[in-house]
């Protein structure tokens, strides 16, 4: 039988390497990561203990998975050939390869940290179908020079410093022998998988302590794994009917006629008479309230905005639904709660969906929407082209015309100058227009066009101030216009500049700002009562005295009885039910946890008792909100629909299913 013996020994000698470099590596990450977090993770033993005796269960399994490579090698190269210098050689090479991908990703996970203060995720997952615009946000970020030359460096140095370590030496194993540590290896690997799953780490209540006891690798693929969710495998679930019938009390507000015995469909009735006002919806790229001065900030980034104010009907208290651009676009086009997995915006057959866009359309507007970059990221132009939208990006915009641009788009004024020449066009024809405009000035690497202001290049806080300008300015370019006057301007944020926070599901990184801003048609004031981002839409339906069919799951907050204010938050995987004081937090594997929210700073949100009805309401959104996408039920009726999937075909292409 087989031994484990000397010679088996010196055979998996570099394998030995590259497990001390990877373990090392790997706990330095962890070290460096934890004092960057700072006063996020308290100094305790307990902390620290955590973090390092779990991280490094986390690295010896994922190390399971990264050496295989050389695992294998080591296993099939015979004896006869790895004494020869091509075999030696061979086996070099390979551990310098892992070596690089070791420090290059170590690299990858300090940046991934600053940005979202958080292991590898969805996120990373997500951005490596958009090479281009990802390694281009990476080369106007960071000295990718420097960077690259130094870990050159340090790959060779280290390397070249640990050659005796991985030399094999007096190799006398047997392929039997071999075999038997190669079974044993695999066999540990996938049972690894079986029995360890990336969020068993998830067990303090510091989000931090737990993001630091992960492995990036293994964090990445464990992402991956599960970016599709289908809620009812995962999540606790009520009968279907019943959750409709809760939802539907939930949206039983007095402007509203149900359609039908089931379902959500109703029929929406203002008092008020309609007003056709062209409407122009600003998202802009992550713009948290905390930047406004009327928001409670005392060095205000945004003058423009806050000066705004004053003839602006301004909404304090404003929670956006995710933490992704595509989360905010869904929220404002679909009016629909943030359901698990990827957005609906990136989602296979999400055309023909019940829109904004397509009410506008349907009451003889030009709807459009206009992307200050290119389109293709995310899906973007596919998504609105297929759901009631014109679709204009920066590929429309001559290089002339261009102040500056980065990877992600053009600065912020020349979106405005493109969409202004569009409202010039509708309004020279008598066509009223509905505008989705989203920037992307607010964005790494937070460049902007030079002399607007003194603030310096690459900072965010400078991004925030020039993006304020832009809007200033494109609203005193706007004063200029006929159609400026019959106008409804809203501006609002698609997220939060930040995601991460102590809590898992932190309440205080989803507050937005809104002003909606139209002298002499909608009065200034404050609306102070909770509202969703999911309410925005059928609030400016209502603010324009329309009436229409709706399946939105928002509503007009300026219409809802007192009492029934609510809103949603949510990653990928966290699903956020704000209301009364308490957020009801829904998981995979069916956990349902009721939370005393913190929606002021970055602190612990401690149990509370649940709340059953609480708890009803927030599975029946997010249950009827999955089943509607899934079945088909958010679709418009057919004839409407017919025309959404008109847009999406080229010439002579045969009718879309």
Request: hydrophobic fraction near 45%.
């Amino acid at each position: 039988m087989p031994r484990f013996d000397a010679p088996l020994l010196a055979r998996f000698r570099p394998l030995a390497w590259l497990g001390g470099c990877f373990l090392g590596i790997s706990m330095l990450t962890r070290l460096v990561l934890l004092v960057a977090t700072g006063n996020g993770v308290p100094a305790s033993a307990s902390n620290w203990l955590y973090v390092f005796g779990v991280g490094l269960g986390y690295d010896l399994l994922a190390f399971a998975y990264f050496s295989v490579p050389l695992v294998l090698l080591l296993w099939l190269l015979p004896r006869r050939w790895l004494a020869r210098r091509w075999g030696s050689t061979l086996v070099a090479t390979l551990c310098l390869v892992l070596l690089s991908i070791l420090l290059f990703v170590a690299v990858s996970e300090w940046t991934f940290w600053e940005e979202f203060q958080a292991r590898f995720n969805f996120i990373a997952v997500d951005y490596l179908v958009y090479t281009t615009e990802v390694i281009g946000n990476i080369r106007e970020s960071y000295p990718i020079g420097l960077i690259l030359s130094s870990l050159a460096l340090v790959t060779g140095g280290v390397f070249i410093a640990t050659r005796r370590w991985r030399l094999v030496r007096n190799d006398s194993a047997g392929f039997g022998a071999r075999s038997l540590v190669v079974a044993g290896w695999l066999a540990a690997g996938v049972l690894g998988t079986w029995l360890v799953s990336g969020d068993m780490k998830d067990r303090t209540a510091n989000t931090y302590v737990n993001e630091l006891a992960g492995n990036g690798i293994y964090q990445f693929f464990a992402a991956y794994r599960s970016a599709s969710l289908d809620y009812a495998r995962y999540y606790r679930t009520v009968p279907a009917d019943e959750a409709r019938a809760i939802v539907r009390a939930q949206l039983a507000t007095p402007d509203a006629t149900f359609l039908a015995t089931d379902g959500i469909a109703r029929h929406i009735h203002n008092a008020a008479p309609e007003r056709r006002l062209n409407v122009v919806l600003i998202s802009v790229e992550s713009l948290s309230a905390e930047y406004s001065g009327v928001y409670g900030r005392k060095d205000s980034l945004t003058p423009n905005l806050d000066a705004l104010a004053k003839d602006s009907l301004l909404f304090t208290d404003l929670w956006a639904t995710g933490t992704r651009t595509v989360r905010g676009l869904e929220a404002l086009a679909l009016s629909v709660p943030p359901t698990p997995g990827e957005s609906i915006v990136k989602r296979a057959h999400n055309e023909g969906l019940f829109s904004l866009g397509q009410v506008f359309r349907d009451r003889g507007y030009d709807a459009q929407f206009l992307y200050g970059g290119y389109g293709a990221f995310d899906d973007m132009n596919r998504f609105f082209a297929g759901n009631g939208y014109d679709v204009h990006d920066r590929t429309e915009i001559p290089d002339k015309d261009i102040h500056h641009a980065n990877i992600w788009g053009v600065a912020d004024e020349d979106l405005y100058t493109m969409a202004m020449r569009r409202f010039d066009a509708d309004a020279a024809a008598g066509k009223p227009f509905f505008a989705h405009l989203m920037t992307t000035s607010n964005h790494r690497p937070y460049t902007f066009p030079a002399g607007r202001g003194p603030w310096p290049q690459g900072k965010r806080e400078s991004a925030v101030s020039y993006t304020d300008w832009a809007i200033g300015d494109f609203l005193r370019r706007a004063r200029s216009k006929p159609w400026f006057a019959n106008t409804l301007f809203v501006v609002t944020a698609d997220h939060c500049a930040s995601s991460a926070g102590i809590a898992a599901l932190p309440a205080f990184r989803y507050r937005i700002p809104m002003w909606v801003y139209s002298p002499g048609n909608v009065a200034p004031g404050r609306h102070e009562r909770m509202t969703s981002q999911v309410d925005i839409a059928p609030t400016v339906l209502g603010l324009l005295g329309m009436d229409y069919d709706s399946r939105f799951y928002g509503v007009d907050v300026l219409q809802q009885p007192p009492g029934h204010e609510r809103a949603f938050i949510g990653t990928y995987q966290l699903l956020g039910y704000l209301r009364g004081g308490a957020l009801v937090q829904l998981s995979p594997h069916r956990k349902v946890d009721t939370l005393r929210p913190s929606l002021e700073r970055d602190q612990p949100q401690p149990a509370l008792p649940e709340d059953p009805s609480l708890t009803l309401q927030a599975i029946a959104y997010y249950q009827d909100a999955a089943d509607a996408f899934a079945s088909g039920a958010m679709r418009m009726p057919e004839p409407r629909r017919a025309g959404a999937l008109a847009r999406l075909q080229e010439p002579g292409e045969p009718p879309r299913a």
